[in-house]
């Protein structure tokens, strides 16, 4: 299951992890954020070890979604050693987000 991060916790489990990152920023009522969904989760199982696999839900977390100028959702950031270095804005096919997350491991 992907890591559900808030505001409060985003700097220690993702930036801070030591492992390359993806994170969703999402919403309940997003119907591509749904779109997306199982993608993540099966990529949060699939690089459980070898990565990241984060979710944040932008109602809940303003912070953190501001802090990165997030105004559409669903959007994936990908970190890499604390440092955003990748960005996929919308739904996409799963293969694209695994591409991005390849090109960091």
């Known amino acids: ?3 559900a991060v808030t505001d409060a916790n985003f ?18 009522w997003c ?6 969904a199982p993608y993540v989760e099966q990529m949060a199982e699939e690089y ?9 839900d932008v109602d809940s977390n303003p912070g953190i979604a501001a802090r990165y100028g997030i ?4 959007t994936v950031l990908f970190f890499k ?6 960005k996929q804005v919308g739904a996409v096919p799963k293969n694209a ?6 090109a960091l491991l």
């Open 1 to 3: 299951m992907a890591l």
């Open 11 to 28: 700097d220690e489990l993702v930036l801070n992890s030591g492992k390359p990152a993806m994170v969703d920023f999402w919403a309940e």
């Open 31 to 36: 119907g591509p954020c749904r779109m997306i």
């Open 48 to 56: 459980k070890d070898k990565a990241v696999v984060a979710k944040v």
């Open 71 to 74: 105004r559409n959702i669903p």
């Open 81 to 86: 050693n604390g440092q955003m270095v990748d």
């Open 97 to 102: 987000l695994v591409a991005k997350l390849e």
